[in-house]
């Protein structure tokens, strides 16, 4: 997979991209990434890549010339599969999305900043916008590297188990059972018996249990979404 980031600041957004899991894939070959810092397309001596917003208001809004000259750099050198805008005014990420993404060639991932992109951006290059949440953040870019990050775990060969992502959190609508690790009794807190109890077939059950007693406490929402 190959994803293009396009950016107005490359240096908030690299440091999620040279660590841990997502390193390793990048270092594995399974996925390229590369960033596009927007004012490099921008208009004048200024670089200019944004402006007041017609009709009156505070805030800047980013300028289709120098988003077009990017894509459009982009689309001529290989076909994307979804160009991707990262917006707070979207449907949110879940797992299905990710799931559907991990799956793409090609992906095109525009960052917004200030009041956003001029409407005819979406309206013309834009195929898919995704929300991390509902609540705002600064700009784009720490948004993307948490798209990007739920994508590149789920291409196949990147998690070492490879059953690994199957039980995640969400796979199944679910949330995850407790687990614990060594000391098995710790200032007296213990750990579940079952779990010590090297019956497999009862650990899986409890475990079912547990993630749908936390999914009916925390998420019940979760169970009404289709798969
Ligand atoms: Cl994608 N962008 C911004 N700026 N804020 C957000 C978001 C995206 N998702 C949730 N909040």
């Given at each position: 997979m190959r994803i293009d980031i396009i950016t107005v600041s490359p240096e908030l957004i690299r440091s999620p991209f040279e660590h841990s899991i997502v390193k390793r894939a990048i270092d594995k070959g399974l996925t390229e990434v590369y960033f596009h810092n927007l004012h490099e397309y921008g208009l004048g001596n200024y670089r200019q890549i944004d402006d007041t917003q017609f009709g009156g208001g505070a805030g800047m809004v980013m300028m289709i010339e120098p988003i077009d000259a990017c894509i459009s750099k982009l689309q001529a050198e290989r076909t994307y599969d979804e160009i991707i805008y990262m917006t707070p005014d979207a449907k949110t990420l879940n797992q299905s999305t990710a799931n559907t993404l991990s799956l793409q060639e090609n992906l095109i991932i525009l960052t917004g900043h200030y009041k956003g992109v001029d409407q005819r951006v979406r309206d013309k290059f834009i195929t898919k916008e995704i929300s991390i949440g509902d609540y705002v953040l600064s700009g784009g870019e720490l948004a993307a590297a948490v798209l990007c990050d739920s994508i590149i775990r789920l291409i196949p060969g990147v998690l070492g188990d490879e059953t690994s992502a199957l039980t995640d959190?969400?796979?199944?609508n679910l949330l995850s059972p407790p687990v614990y690790t060594r000391p098995s009794e710790y200032k007296g807190l213990k750990v579940p018996e079952v779990l010590l109890s090297g019956n497999f077939p009862k650990i899986d059950t409890w475990r079912s249990e547990k993630a749908m007693e936390r999914t009916q406490q925390i998420r019940p929402d979760l169970l009404d979404e289709p798969l």
């Open positions: 959190s969400f796979q199944d």
